[in-house]
């Protein structure tokens, strides 16, 4: 009999999610998004997955990761996806059409929770499994599961960070490409093309954004715009590795970087790396970001956003570093980006991104391609 290929948790610590469940008083947690089921049973439902076609058919079939408080685990997904695979769940249950979905749900629901029993759900359980649930939990003994989960999270397997920071390297690598082949007239949209085709070639398995503007534009969409003299060039870029994300930004000018915009640029970059100097296990977010707005001050600046980073993993901002998470202690396997940015006179955002592993004893940087603004010089 041929062996089965396995498809397993990378960071899931299940007995995390147990001491979590039982401070909440849950009697079992519901999980929904492609995230979470991916990540407490290894079934490849991202978009970014290797083959992204079970994320595809999630509207007629979906999959579902049931957790009770003891632990076990329930997977419940499509019939095709099982053949010669194996899951990191306990016990798996297959269909084969969206009625096979719904009968699959309700009675693992019905056989697995008493009649007191309280439920953790997802904020973003689509309306469909809220209406199968109605009759079998009611609302007043359920709750959301968001930040349980997240926690769980935060602390990232040394494979998650293997994979995080090969997301990393494979952006380096293409905006380093990028800024060689850089040249007054290219098109926005020609250039993002480039950036998610190097990201692929050079081992994304998907891409998290291109976050590419020309000047003071709109990066958050798309424009046609042809590269023209005396313009800051964005390059704000992530790749996904696995499930796992990258993010990262570097400046490049076409023409003489002007004094104004390089003195705010090397101050950014201070700026951010004396914040970083505060990073290590048991400080709080709340110091660290303090540090970064007395540094702001110290300069006679102001921050652009509301927050001096967020932590990274399976999606490209999980926790903000910002007043309303203060509490957050950093603890060693968290992965988080630092980005600070302050906007110049004619509307450009300027500053610098790196990424950090938290240690034992302090943190190491992911991010090494250098932070100098690039000169376009064709």
């Given at each position: 009999?041929?062996?089965?290929v396995?498809?397993?948790?990378?960071?899931?610590?299940k007995?995390?999610?147990?001491r979590?469940?039982?401070?909440?008083?849950l009697?079992?947690?519901l999980?929904t998004?492609?995230e979470?089921?991916?990540?407490?049973?290894?079934?490849?439902?991202?978009?970014?997955?290797?083959n992204?076609i079970?994320?595809?058919?999630?509207?007629?079939?979906?999959?579902?990761?049931?957790i009770?408080?003891?632990?076990?685990v329930?997977?419940m997904?499509?019939?095709?996806?099982?053949?010669?695979v194996?899951y990191?769940?306990?016990?798996v249950l297959?269909?084969?059409?969206i009625?096979?979905?719904e009968?699959?749900?309700?009675?693992?629901l019905r056989?697995?929770l008493g009649?007191?029993?309280?439920?953790?759900?997802?904020?973003s359980a689509?309306?469909t499994?809220?209406?199968?649930?109605?009759?079998?939990v009611?609302?007043?003994r359920?709750m959301?599961a968001?930040?349980?989960m997240?926690?769980?999270?935060?602390?990232?397997?040394?494979a998650e960070?293997?994979?995080?920071?090969?997301?990393?390297n494979?952006?380096e690598?293409?905006?380093a490409?990028?800024?060689?082949?850089?040249?007054?007239g290219?098109?926005?949209?020609?250039l993002?093309?480039?950036?998610?085709a190097?990201?692929?070639?050079?081992g994304?398995?998907?891409?998290s954004?291109?976050?590419i503007?020309?000047?003071?534009?709109?990066?958050?969409v798309?424009?046609?715009?042809?590269?023209e003299?005396?313009?800051?060039?964005?390059?704000?870029?992530?790749?996904i590795?696995?499930?796992?994300?990258s993010?990262n930004?570097?400046?490049?000018?076409t023409?003489?970087?002007?004094?104004g915009?390089?003195?705010?640029?090397r101050?950014m970059?201070?700026?951010?790396?004396?914040?970083?100097?505060?990073?290590?296990?048991?400080?709080?977010?709340?110091h660290?970001?303090?540090?970064?707005?007395?540094?702001?001050?110290?300069h006679?600046l102001?921050?652009f956003?509301?927050?001096i980073?967020?932590t990274i993993?399976m999606q490209?901002?999980?926790v903000?570093i910002?007043?309303?998470t203060?509490?957050?202690?950093f603890q060693a396997?968290?992965?988080l980006?630092?980005e600070?940015?302050?906007?110049?006179e004619t509307?450009e955002?300027?500053?610098?991104?790196?990424?950090y592993?938290?240690?034992?004893?302090?943190?190491?940087?992911?991010?090494?391609?250098?932070?100098?603004?690039?000169?376009?010089?064709?």
């Amino acid at each position: 009999m041929m062996t089965p290929v396995r498809f397993l948790p990378l960071g899931f610590d299940k007995d995390k999610l147990i001491r979590l469940m039982a401070e909440h008083k849950l009697d079992a947690v519901l999980l929904t998004s492609p995230e979470h089921v991916f990540y407490t049973t290894g079934f490849p439902a991202l978009f970014s997955s290797g083959n992204p076609i079970l994320y595809g058919l999630r509207n007629v079939l979906p999959f579902f990761a049931f957790i009770t408080r003891q632990g076990h685990v329930t997977l419940m997904c499509w019939g095709g996806a099982v053949t010669g695979v194996e899951y990191g769940a306990d016990s798996v249950l297959t269909y084969a059409d969206i009625a096979g979905a719904e009968q699959a749900l309700t009675g693992v629901l019905r056989d697995q929770l008493g009649a007191e029993a309280r439920l953790g759900i997802e904020s973003s359980a689509p309306y469909t499994v809220l209406k199968l649930l109605d009759g079998i939990v009611p609302s007043e003994r359920m709750m959301l599961a968001d930040d349980l989960m997240m926690q769980v999270r935060l602390i990232k397997s040394a494979a998650e960070v293997a994979l995080l920071e090969k997301s990393i390297n494979v952006v380096e690598r293409t905006v380093a490409e990028l800024m060689a082949a850089m040249h007054l007239g290219i098109r926005r949209p020609a250039l993002m093309q480039a950036a998610k085709a190097g990201m692929l070639q050079h081992g994304a398995s998907g891409i998290s954004h291109v976050t590419i503007s020309f000047g003071a534009s709109n990066p958050e969409v798309e424009i046609d715009e042809a590269l023209e003299a005396d313009k800051l060039v964005t390059l704000d870029l992530g790749a996904i590795v696995d499930g796992y994300y990258s993010d990262n930004r570097r400046l490049m000018y076409t023409g003489s970087i002007p004094e104004g915009i390089a003195t705010l640029h090397r101050t950014m970059c201070a700026i951010l790396s004396e914040t970083a100097s505060a990073l290590k296990p048991g400080a709080t977010f709340g110091h660290v970001y303090d540090k970064a707005m007395a540094l702001y001050d110290r300069h006679h600046l102001k921050p652009f956003i509301p927050n001096i980073g967020h932590t990274i993993g399976m999606q490209v901002e999980e926790v903000w570093i910002y007043e309303g998470t203060r509490d957050v202690v950093f603890q060693a396997g968290m992965v988080l980006n630092l980005e600070m940015y302050a906007q110049y006179e004619t509307g450009e955002l300027i500053g610098d991104e790196e990424t950090y592993v938290i240690t034992e004893t302090g943190y190491r940087q992911l991010t090494h391609l250098p932070t100098a603004i690039r000169t376009v010089t064709r």
